[in-house]
Structure formats: C-alpha cells, structure tokens
C-alpha cells in the first residue's frame, strides 16, 4: 500500500511570500502530525491532528503557521510571509491512534523548503 | 532544555563492526523509545522501539538496550554493513497515540560504515 506522500519535494520562496505544503497519510490513519527539520538536527514537533481536530499547536513557531485538516485525511501547512529562518525539511507522519500496540508513527519523504 | 541528548554526533566503523549510539532523557514519564534511520532526502524510517517495562530488545542486527534507572537507552548495531550508513536518531514520547504522541527527538548521529 501506498505510504505518506508529501508534495512538493522541494519548494523555493522568496521572502515575504506564503507557500503551503500538503500531506497525504497513510488511508485510514486518524493520527497526523507535523515536524521541521533544520539542517543537521533532529525533527521537531509543530502540530497535532486527530482525524479534523486539531489538538496541539504548542509546537508552531509563530502566528505565521497554519495548518488544517478539513475532513480528516489530507493535511496542510501554511507558512505565510515566509522568512529565511524557515529554512528547513517539512515532515509529515501518520500512525493509527487506536492501535495501542504501538506507537509508529510513518513518516513522508519531506518538502525542503528554501527561503531566499 | 533539550529533553533527549544523543552521542556521539557522528560515528565511522569498519564493516563487520559493532555501532554503539547513545541516547539519554530528562523526563521520566516518557513511555516509548524509537530509534529511526533516515538517509539523505528521505524522511525517517523506523528501525525498532522499546518500552520501558524491559531491558533490551533485539530485532535481526539491531538491539535497543534501555536503563531506566540511568534514563538512559542506546542502539547497538551488529555486522555493520556499509548499507547502514545512515543518520540515525532517537526519540521518546509521553503517551499512548493522541497528542502525547509526537515524538522528542535527539539531534541524529551520522553513521559511516567503511568497506
């Protein structure tokens, strides 16, 4: 079966514009969650998705990130006036909240984000 | 404050060598502990997770081996393959599935595995 798909793979911004990322995971999966990733870090949390709902935005760095998930499948994130800090890889992941077995979360091939 | 130190930054071993990385984290109510493999231009993968109502786990090469006095846990590669090189990260997590969910990662060690 298919996996998370992200597009686009790669996105170059001139500063001051908006871009938005979109994300598709895995079929069924009711858990979606957003990261970043800066150049040679680890990922880092933005946002929490349960099917719709979003529960958790503690992890976004200003008011200029959006993000939405209108009928619980596929995902959005809005970056307005994009600056140069913004810089980074975009993950999505998915995982089946309701398997309590384990926590997997799978994740997509990412969208690079370049502000220049 | 960084919730999940990981070393060493970056790690070269001979093929056919042991790789040893090393996590540690701060809150003890962290319940799940992934280690995930990403190459370049992918997004993380994955490679086994542990719990910590057990010691050690071993799937294939890979053995997750976990000290929660120490709040410590690490990866032991066995038979390195040159295929294995890799960035790999840790992580932990607070709770079962929802929002508790996402993920604490360290900041990756860049493994080489030399033919």
């Known amino acids: 079966g298919a996996g998370v798909s992200q597009s686009p793979r790669y996105k170059v911004a001139k500063r001051g514009q908006d871009v938005a990322l979109r994300c598709d995971p895995i079929?069924?999966?009711?858990?979606l969650f957003w990261y970043q990733q800066a150049l040679g870090q680890g990922p880092e949390f933005l946002t929490y998705f349960q099917n719709e709902a979003q529960l958790d935005k503690s992890g976004l760095p200003s008011d200029r990130f959006f993000a939405e998930r209108p009928e619980g499948s596929v995902s959005t994130l809005k970056i307005q006036r994009t600056q140069q800090e913004d810089s980074a890889v975009y993950l999505c992941a998915s995982s089946n909240t309701w398997d309590r077995v384990t926590y997997e979360q799978y994740f997509g091939p990412g969208t690079r984000l370049t502000v220049t | 404050q960084q919730q999940v130190k990981q070393s060493p930054q970056s790690l070269i071993v001979q093929k056919g060598g042991i790789s040893i990385i090393n996590c540690a984290y701060e809150?003890?109510?962290?319940?799940?502990f992934p280690w995930y493999q990403q190459f370049p231009g992918k997004g993380p993968a994955l490679l086994i997770a542990i719990r910590p109502d057990v010691s050690e786990k071993k799937e294939g090469r890979f053995t997750i081996s976990f000290n929660k006095s120490a709040k410590q846990f690490s990866l032991h590669i066995m038979d390195s393959q040159p295929g294995d090189s890799a960035t790999y990260f840790c992580a932990a997590s607070l709770g079962y599935g929802g929002s508790q969910g996402n993920l604490i990662f360290g900041k990756g060690t860049k493994l080489s595995v030399k033919p």
């Open positions: 079929s069924g999966h009711v858990s």
């Open positions: 809150n003890t109510a962290f319940d799940y």
